[in-house]
């Protein structure tokens, strides 16, 4: 078999699409060497083992839920922003239930770029908030109520939770006591 050439970049994103498929089992060395057709050992010129892989697929991943925040709020401010930025959210977190995972749920990090990766998350939630004309201060504690919020409906949906019925129709009910509670604190910063 002719030596295949690979990189830290086609090893990482091969690893992202493993991730996110429901028929694949658990992110292992193995299988990602398998699907670009190399042996395990060459993903080590690229990786620090499992735990490196890892760490640079929870990257990536935070880097990709960012941008995909990022992009619903271009243009857009206020109730829509918010609107926007929540249902991006969601559906990242649907349509890349393995990166949402990753991204959300890393390894360790004693490098500091997975926070990087990840800080677009509460940056563009606070540029959002900002747009109804508050303090920064109160912008970063209301975007992270925002984002606890959105987050804590997405986390009970992936895992099923009982209850939840229509889960767009409570999905919906979620952004409605966003909006309403925001306006609220918006009203009343006390």
Do not use: K
């Not at 086609?10 to 990602?32: N, Q, S, W």
């Not at 060497?33 to 190399?38: D, K, N, P, T």
């Not at 677009?120 to 747009?131: D, F, G, H, M, N």
């Amino acid at each position: 078999m002719a030596r295949q050439r690979i990189d830290t970049n086609e090893v990482v994103t091969t690893a992202v699409t493993l991730i996110d498929d429901p028929d694949a089992d658990e992110l292992a060395l193995a299988r990602v060497a398998e699907e670009l057709g190399v042996q395990s050992s060459a993903l080590y010129n690229h990786v620090d083992g499992l735990d490196g892989l890892r760490h640079a697929v929870a990257v990536r991943a935070g880097e990709n839920l960012g941008e995909m925040l990022r992009d619903a709020a271009v243009a857009r401010s206020g109730d829509d922003a918010v609107l926007a930025v929540a249902r991006a959210y969601r559906t990242f977190a649907h349509e890349h239930p393995g990166q949402h995972a990753a991204a959300l749920l890393p390894p360790d990090d004693t490098t500091g770029d997975l926070d990087d990766a990840r800080s677009a998350i509460p940056e563009t939630l606070a540029r959002v908030v900002l747009s109804y004309g508050c303090d920064e201060a109160t912008a970063a504690r209301l975007a992270r109520s925002v984002h606890s919020t959105i987050h804590g409906y997405v986390a009970l949906e992936a895992t099923d939770s009982p209850g939840l019925g229509d889960a767009d129709a409570r999905f919906e009910d979620i952004l409605h006591f966003v909006l309403v509670g925001l306006h609220g604190s918006l009203a009343d910063p006390t």
